[in-house]
């Protein structure tokens, strides 16, 4: 197929020849880049990968945060999950949707296994691990308790007592334990059947002094490897002050320090792409917070932390305050729903919606509707495309019978071009007045495209960063449509074993998708430019590489969407010409 636009008057070689040379040193950039700067950056994130899963790391306490108590991490070397485990008494954890346990040295939550979801889509792959001991390589947990200089608090080695040995939905805990001067101190945990645990602390004041107590709450973690950083996606502390979300990357939080916000009130937390930690302190009284990192023994460390405004606790009272933990997959409804349960605001904000919130969350609540009713996410894609084109029906029709318009008078263009080749000023005046006098938009063609891409892009969002697209399914070789098209033409679609490098991953739906673009494109007028033509006609190749890494839910998005495209202008474009009688530009040019 030539790229050549086929009407036109003659071509400047010089304009030829750069657009060629522009167009080989893009390509040239593209592979140099993966080959010389992706390839290796990828091979050595493997090999620390490895390095660091083989060799163990020392683990100790590192500066703790002046606002709230010290993180205390294990001296001891890295252990296994199991050798953790087996280091302190624990209380079992166990709900249709996590399981794990809360070690009772230190009341610390630092077990949790999510258990309705796997690391890949295998069937065999092991459930996610999100919380685990200080102990582990992957430390990574949450504390609750007191500061005081009236008397004892609780500390990381204190043991706890507790009321029973598990803790289920419908089943609280308390731990307690009291101090040498008889205060005493307890934690009433309680978990919902979902991710949510309800932690009630009390101070009971048996001394004949009152005591001032101020309770804070942190979560911290290890992170030696950060995951592949992507522009649209915020992973990091994160939060809401004042009503305001504050997201710190932790790559910020390296490079700037610490971050301090005092009169807070809202929840701050731990954000990944599909999963959270955070902390709600409950009531109106403000807080202050902190997101900071620090360096402990060669890897990274991570921490949110709180503290509240002293609780007076006067001889024989109880001093109470209740903090939220929510821990697991950040599941849309389920956010919305304990958002107006409890009051907290923008909860849902967790789930990174960017700043097209107005228009992604309405986009993911479409989709999610018709997923209820269709039973796949595939197949609510294609719904929801259908009705993204009914929404765009009427504008798009005015744009293809522009188009049909146009193609009318591709020969007056035609005889304009050849006239007038070598003075483009007057050649694209007569073409405005040509269009002026046929009363043409040439434009018009334009407005649906522009109009799709926010549209396009809050798709995207939803398709990458909901936790209800992990993993869905579609039909034969999609089995996870938030992830590129598994599919490989540079292997022969798996016949050829042969590890490609990413750029020369082209999948099935990709290519579809250029096929159908270079259709839309033979059915739309060539630009009067041909320089211009020859761009456009190479957009679709260059397309092809760009959404072969998109997630294959937005690529099948689009094909369908140019499906639709086509047959709605191939309609319009017949219906015109049974109108007009005009057929010209479907007659092939005779052969010179």
Same mark, same amino acid.
């Given at each position: 197929m030539s790229l050549m636009p086929s009407h036109g008057g003659p071509q400047r070689p010089e304009e030829t020849r750069n657009l060629l040379i522009a167009l080989a040193l893009s390509t040239l950039i593209l592979l140099g880049w993966q080959y010389f700067y992706e390839m290796p950056r990828r091979q050595q994130e493997a090999a620390l990968r490895q390095q660091q899963a083989g060799t163990q790391l020392t683990e +100790?306490?590192?500066?703790? !945060?002046?606002?709230?108590? *010290?993180?205390?991490? $294990? @001296?001891?070397?890295?252990?296994?999950?199991?050798?953790?485990?087996?280091?302190?008494?624990?209380?079992?954890?166990?709900?249709?949707?996590?399981?794990?346990?809360?070690?009772?040295?230190?009341?610390r939550l630092d077990d949790l296994t999510l258990r309705n979801y796997r690391q890949t889509v295998a069937k065999d792959s092991p459930p996610v691990t999100l919380l685990a001991p200080s102990a582990t390589q992957s430390?990574?947990?949450?504390?609750?308790?007191?500061?005081? +200089?009236?008397?004892?608090? !609780?500390?990381?080695?204190? *043991?706890?007592?507790? $009321? @029973?040995?598990?803790?289920?939905?419908?089943?609280?805990?308390?731990?307690?334990?009291?101090?040498?001067?008889?205060?005493?101190?307890?934690?009433?945990?309680?978990?919902?059947?979902?991710?949510?645990?309800?932690?009630?602390?009390?101070?009971?004041?048996?001394?004949?002094?009152?005591?001032?107590?101020?309770?804070?709450?942190?979560?911290?973690?290890?992170?030696?490897?950060?995951?592949?950083?992507?522009?649209?996606?915020?992973?990091?502390?994160?939060?809401?002050?004042?009503?305001?979300?504050?997201?710190?990357?932790?790559?910020?939080?390296?490079?700037?320090?610490?971050?301090?916000?005092?009169?807070?009130?809202?929840?701050?937390?731990?954000?990944?792409?599909?999963?959270?930690?955070?902390?709600?302190p409950d009531g109106p009284a403000p807080f202050t917070a902190k997101f900071q990192t620090y360096q402990s023994h060669g890897t990274q460390r991570y921490q949110?932390?709180?503290?509240?405004?002293?609780l007076q606790v006067a001889p024989g009272a109880t001093g109470e305050q209740i903090t939220r933990l929510f821990a697991g997959a950040k599941h849309v409804d389920l956010l919305d729903g304990y958002g107006k349960q409890y009051n907290i605001p923008l909860f849902d904000r967790a789930v990174d919606f960017g700043v097209l919130y107005f228009l992604t969350k309405p986009i993911f609540h479409l989709l999610h509707f018709f997923h209820t009713l269709l039973g796949n996410f595939g197949l609510a894609i294609l719904a929801l495309t259908c009705v993204i084109r009914l929404l765009m029906f009427p504008l798009a029709n005015k744009s293809y019978y522009s188009m049909a318009q146009m193609r009318k008078l591709m020969p007056k263009m035609?005889?304009?071009?050849?006239?007038?080749?070598?003075?483009?000023?007057?050649?694209?005046?007569?073409?405005?007045?040509?269009?002026?006098?046929?009363?043409?938009?040439?434009a018009s063609g334009c407005l649906p495209m522009l109009l799709q891409i926010p549209v396009f892009f809050a798709l995207y969002k939803v398709l990458f960063v909901t936790i209800e697209m992990r993993h869905a399914p579609f039909y034969g070789w999609l089995q996870?449509?938030?992830?590129?098209?598994?599919?490989?033409?540079?292997?022969?679609?798996?016949?050829?074993?042969?590890?490609?490098?990413?750029?020369?991953?082209?999948?099935?739906?990709?290519?579809?998708m250029t096929t159908t673009m270079i259709i839309q494109q033979k059915l739309n007028p060539k630009p009067n430019d041909p320089v211009q033509a020859q761009v456009m006609g190479l957009l679709p190749y260059l397309f092809l590489f760009l959404f072969a890494s998109f997630p294959a839910g937005l690529v099948l998005y689009w094909v369908w969407s140019n499906m639709l495209s086509i047959l709605q202008q191939f309609i319009i474009t017949r219906r015109y010409e049974k109108r007009t009688g005009d057929t010209s530009h479907r007659r092939k040019p005779k052969a010179a």
């Open positions: +100790t306490t590192a500066s703790a !945060p002046q606002q709230a108590a *010290p993180a205390e991490l $294990s @001296s001891a070397q890295p252990v296994t999950l199991e050798e953790a485990l087996a280091q302190s008494p624990r209380l079992t954890i166990r709900s249709p949707e996590v399981t794990g346990s809360l070690q009772l040295t230190g009341a430390g990574y947990f949450a504390d609750l308790g007191w500061r005081s +200089t009236d008397t004892v608090v !609780p500390s990381a080695s204190t *043991p706890w007592t507790a $009321s @029973s040995q598990t803790l289920a939905p419908g089943q609280p805990v308390t731990l307690s334990w009291t101090n040498p001067e008889g205060v005493r101190f307890e934690m009433e945990f309680a978990l919902d059947e979902h991710f949510l645990f309800t932690v009630t602390q009390r101070v009971i004041n048996t001394t004949g002094r009152p005591l001032s107590l101020a309770p804070f709450g942190l979560i911290n973690r290890e992170l030696a490897h950060e995951n592949q950083h992507f522009a649209i996606l915020h992973e990091g502390a994160i939060g809401v002050v004042d009503n305001t979300l504050k997201e710190v990357s932790y790559k910020d939080l390296r490079e700037e320090g610490e971050q301090k916000f005092a009169n807070a009130q809202g929840w701050l937390g731990i954000s990944d792409k599909y999963w959270l930690t955070a902390l709600i949110v932390d709180y503290l509240r405004p002293a035609n005889d304009i071009r050849a006239k007038y080749g070598e003075d483009r000023l007057r050649m694209n005046q007569e073409v405005m007045e040509l269009y002026k006098r046929e009363k043409i938009n040439p996870d449509l938030s992830a590129p098209d598994p599919s490989n033409l540079f292997t022969l679609f798996g016949l050829i074993p042969w590890n490609t490098p990413s750029f020369l991953h082209i999948g099935i739906l990709p290519i579809l």
